[in-house]
T-cell receptor
Framework: EPEVTQTPSHQVTQMGQEVILRCVPISNHLYFYWYRQILGQKVEFLVSFYNNEISEKSEIFDDQFSVERPDGSNFTLKIRSTKLEDSAMYFC?????????????FGSGTQLSVL | AQTVTQSQPEMSVQEAETVTLSCTYDTSESDYYLFWYKQPPSRQMILVIRQEAYKQQNATENRFSVNFQKAAKSFSLKISDSQLGDAAMYFCAYEPSNYQLIWGAGTKLIIKP
């Protein structure tokens, strides 16, 4: 089965530093998402992306966050100045069209630890 | 507001027995999807089963089945013949028309050998 790939699997950073989380969605998918899960809490929607622009974003997705699709394969989440409360598991997901659009494919996540 | 509630923080079951995890949700939409995801200690999110709201028939995937009660807004997951590998966090999720999944708080499933 096709996979969504996320790198790195773990990222440790100092507070105030910038981090970029990388995702390679499934190749023919058109809709991309970032979710996060703070340890012990619910999974939360961050942002959705379609046709090279943000289609929806949550209140969590403030000016410190940005997403980009720099080429035809990667989809990145950037946090400009990390805070302690940004420590979480970040999941990338993608969706296709038609019957394939009924299912969201998740990557295995990037565990971000802000010290 | 659209919400998903999993009222069981933790459930345990004897290996080979059957267990049911409960989930309720709140929505005013009539067309939507419901999901159960499994998250093992690796924290990867694995789709277990999916239900379309417009389908009356309950979804089934091998040992996993759901009891979908649309009027009651209830979506429980039944795991038959529980196996040690089923031990994980299980999340119920609701997908409205904007495709933004709304998640429950999760149920930790413990399998007793």
């Amino acid at each position: 089965e096709p996979e969504v790939t996320q790198t790195p699997s773990h990222q440790v950073t100092q507070m105030g530093q910038e981090v970029i989380l990388r995702c390679v969605p499934i190749s023919n998918h058109l809709y991309f998402y970032w979710y996060r899960q703070i340890l012990g809490q619910k999974v939360e929607f961050l942002v959705s992306f379609y046709n090279n622009e943000i289609s929806e974003k949550s209140e969590i997705f403030d000016d410190q966050f940005s997403v980009e699709r720099p080429d035809g394969s990667n989809f990145t989440l950037k946090i400009r100045s990390t805070k302690l409360e940004d420590s979480a598991m970040y999941f990338c997901a993608s969706r296709g069209m038609g019957a394939d659009g009924e299912k969201l494919f998740f990557g295995s996540g990037t565990q971000l630890s802000v010290l | 507001a659209q919400t998903v509630t999993q009222s069981q923080p933790e459930m345990s079951v004897q290996e080979a027995e059957t267990v049911t995890l409960s989930c309720t949700y709140d929505t005013s939409e009539s067309d939507y999807y419901l999901f159960w995801y499994k998250q093992p200690p690796s924290r990867q999110m694995i789709l277990v089963i999916r239900q379309e709201a417009y389908k009356q028939q309950n979804a089934t995937e091998n040992r996993f089945s759901v009891n979908f009660q649309k009027a009651a807004k209830s979506f429980s997951l039944k795991i038959s013949d529980s196996q040690l590998g089923d031990a994980a966090m299980y999340f119920c999720a609701y997908e409205p028309s904007n495709y933004q999944l709304i998640w429950g708080a999760g149920t930790k499933l413990i399998i007793k050998p």
